[in-house]
Structure formats: structure tokens, C-alpha cells
Nanobody
Framework: QVQLVESGGGLVQAGDSLRLSCAAL????????MGWFRQAPGKEREFVSS????????YYSDSVKGRFTISRDHAKNMVFLQMNSLKAEDTAVYYC???????????????????WGQGTQVIVSS
């Protein structure tokens, strides 16, 4: 049974940094793209960042570009999201996701991902 477990969320002040982690359990995803999405209260889930199977390709939403960095560790079967210069508008529940099939593509749409974590809350106070 596949399980994605996020951690690293919390309450911080504007300008601070956080590093989110996501551990994939139950199988390895060395050949699969992974992504981060977020959902703020009263809003739809939105794309944040994604990374290809070999970390050679990464994508970011315009709202986080230059501030967030996605990375992955095959040995640990994990994906990370380093978030710097946090803003109040970054407040949301952050979810990691992985595509079930191996592919060289790096999706940015949530419907292209098959497994999801339970989410970790990030609150940025201004």
C-alpha cells in the first residue's frame, strides 16, 4: 500500500523559511515525477512545483518562482520543498503527489498525479 507522508509545516512569520518533506512508503518512485500542490482556505487546490524522475526538469508556479526550490532524494524515496521569503499568501495546506507510472514528463496538473499525501499546514503571519 502506497503512502505519502508530509512533514515540516508550521507557523512562521513573513520572510521566514520552511522546508517541507514528503516520504513515499510502500514502493519506490525513482522513475516517477513528483509534485507539490497547495490549498488555501476557500480556494481550489493549486500547483506549486513539480520535478521529473531524474530531477533534470523542475517547474514552479509564478507565485513561488525564485523563492521555492523543489528537490528529491532517490535513496530516501523523498521529495522536498524549500520555501524561502515566505509571504502571508503562502498560507495553505501543502500536499505532495506522485504519478503512478514511470514517465519522462513532469506534470503540473493535479489530475495527472495518482498518489497524494494527507497534507501539512503552513501558516505565515504578516
Amino acid at each position: 500500500q502506497v503512502q505519502l507522508v508530509e512533514s515540516g509545516g508550521g507557523l512562521v512569520q513573513a520572510g521566514d523559511s520552511l522546508r517541507l518533506s514528503c516520504a513515499a512508503l510502500g514502493r519506490t518512485f525513482h522513475s516517477n515525477p513528483m509534485g507539490w500542490f497547495r490549498q488555501a482556505p476557500g480556494k481550489e487546490r493549486e500547483f506549486v512545483s513539480s520535478i521529473s524522475w531524474n530531477a533534470g526538469t523542475t517547474y514552479y508556479s509564478d507565485s513561488v518562482k525564485g523563492r521555492f526550490t523543489i528537490s528529491r532524494d532517490h535513496a530516501k524515496n523523498m521529495v522536498f520543498l524549500q520555501m524561502n521569503s515566505l509571504k502571508a499568501e503562502d498560507t495553505a495546506v501543502y500536499y505532495c503527489a506522485v504519478k503512478a507510472i514511470a514517465t519522462r514528463e513532469t506534470p503540473i496538473n493535479d489530475y495527472e498525479y495518482d498518489y497524494w499525501g494527507q497534507g501539512t499546514q503552513v501558516i505565515v503571519s504578516s
